[in-house]
């Protein structure tokens, strides 16, 4: 086991959480740069079938987060979960570089009503 713990780290994984939730596991892995900085990646994984092939196979997608904009992250998550819980948007004032960075984001969108269901073109007959 001590050489598997050496060779995850020189891979630059530090920490690891999986949470099985349905069809779908997430992995929450903290990794390590080169500069020794951590990271995290955040792995949604389905099993899915393929019929052409008849197996199963994994699809996964994952999301890279770096530390500087961890509070960003976790402000827009928790207020996110806050207006599913309460059907409330929560009050949290912006700092002048938020609503910049907003603006910003909205225009290289073009104000677009993109779905998630858009992003993805499995049949997954979603509404």
């Known amino acids: 086991m001590e050489e598997i713990d050496n ?3 020189d891979r630059g994984e530090i920490f ?3 949470v099985r939730a349905g069809k779908r596991t997430y992995f ?3 990794k390590s740069t080169v500069g020794e900085e951590y990271y995290i ?4 994984s389905k099993r899915r079938f393929n019929n052409e092939q008849g197996k199963f196979f994994y699809e996964k997608h994952k999301l890279f987060l770096y530390k500087e904009d961890f509070e960003k992250f976790t402000n827009g998550l928790s ?3 806050e207006f599913i819980r309460t059907g409330k948007a929560p009050y949290r004032a912006e700092s002048e570089q938020d609503a910049a960075d907003d603006k910003d984001v909205n225009l ?3 104000h677009s009503s993109l779905q998630f269901e858009d ?3 499995d049949s997954d007959n979603r509404p």
Do not use: C, P, W, Y
């Not at 990646?41 to 949604?44: A, F, G, R, S, Y």
């Open 7 to 9: 060779k995850d780290r």
């Open 16 to 18: 690891s959480r999986a």
């Open 28 to 30: 929450f892995d903290v």
């Open 41 to 44: 990646t955040i792995t949604e």
């Open 79 to 81: 207020d996110v979960i």
């Open 108 to 110: 290289s969108l073009g």
């Open 119 to 121: 992003l993805t073109a």
